[in-house]
């Protein structure tokens, strides 16, 4: 065989070969949606502050793992904890008073009954001097009708005159005891109104005290939240991780003044980790979520991942520039726009462990398998 049909022979041979790959390729591109722009994402929780303060410690070296809930920084808690005791001193101080308050209530109330008794025994004094007077009435009454019928018996000079001395002395007895009795029942009765007078004054004390109790108990409501606001901020002088992932990014330094809402680091999680894929919008009539993805890593090359189609973004990526563009002003340019599509990868595969976000990877969607 001579070179020329050697070379034909070879010719016919690379031709078939490349019409062979050719058609190969052709088929795979027209169930697959491929593109080079995508890259691995993940969760990435900033670490701030809810304090401010001097940094004190710090628990972490940089791209170190940490678990939710590890504590990371410590900041100076001198100023924290002055203000603790001085809302522990300020709600001992309320409660002492509503202490006093109580007991000037108690007292209140003791001096409330003991007025009360008093107009009791003051009523019965009453009582007791009205009886007094009608008696003493009733004798009056006796006494000088006596003495009248013992005046006309002395007239008659039937009765000698010593008995009607002694008729009218009885008499005059009887009116001197019937006064007295008058003066006991005005005594009883100034009695009761003073008795009754000093219960009035009395129970107005009462309430009034009742109402510094419920001014007290205010007090310590608003001192107990005080307390608890400033145990709360000194629980935020120690810093805990958000999240469990890796330390990154790390911004402090101890000695370091820090602000609450102050970023000090990032946590990146790497438990749960996607592929954010930027396909055309030509590209996405068969795409639909559920369909397999076949992933390859630039950083690994010659290993691949698989996954699904998540969800597709709410909008193109150009809609959440900071200038997004307005077809509205007359210099419009038609451009092919590119939707974020979410992939999530499959974690069985060994090189999952490994991925980073950000990390740079190429897609495939199979449009004819779920």
Known sequence: ???????????????????????????????????DDAQIDGDVNPVIPKASGYVKAIRFKDNQFVKEGDTLVVLDDADYRIRVAQAEA???????????????????????????????????????AQANVAAAQARARKANQDFERYGRLLAEKTVPQQ?????????????????????????????????????????????????????????????QTDLDLANLQLSYTVVLAPASGVVSKRSVQVGQLVQAGQALCSIVSNST???????????????????????????????????HVGSFAGATGAKFTLLPPDNATGNYVKVVQRVPVRIDLDKNSPLYARLRPGMSVTVAVDLQEK
């Open 90 to 128: 300020a709600l001992q101080s309320a409660m002492a008073s509503d202490r006093v308050s109580r007991s000037q209530v108690n007292v209140a109330l003791a001096t409330v009954q003991n007025s009360q008794a008093g107009v009791q025994t003051a009523k019965n004094q009453v009582a007791t």
């Open 163 to 223: 008995q009607y001395d002694a008729m009218q002395a009885e008499r005059d007895a009887a009116q001197a005891q019937l006064q007295a009795a008058q003066a006991q029942l005005q005594t009883a009765q100034s009695q009761v109104n003073a008795a009754g007078t000093q219960t009035g004054v009395t129970s107005s004390q009462s309430r009034a005290t009742k109402g510094q109790i419920s001014v007290a108990q205010a007090a310590i409501k608003q001192r």
């Open 273 to 307: 980790l996607w592929v954010t894929a930027n396909f055309k919008e030509t590209q996405l009539n068969q795409m639909q979520p559920g369909q397999k993805v076949d992933i390859d890593v630039d950083a690994f090359d010659g290993e691949k991942l698989t996954g």
């Open 1 to 35: 065989m001579n070179t020329k049909t050697l070379i034909r022979v070879g010719g016919i041979i690379v031709l078939a070969i490349a019409l062979f790959f050719g058609y190969s390729e052709f088929k795979y591109l027209q169930r697959h949606e491929t593109t």
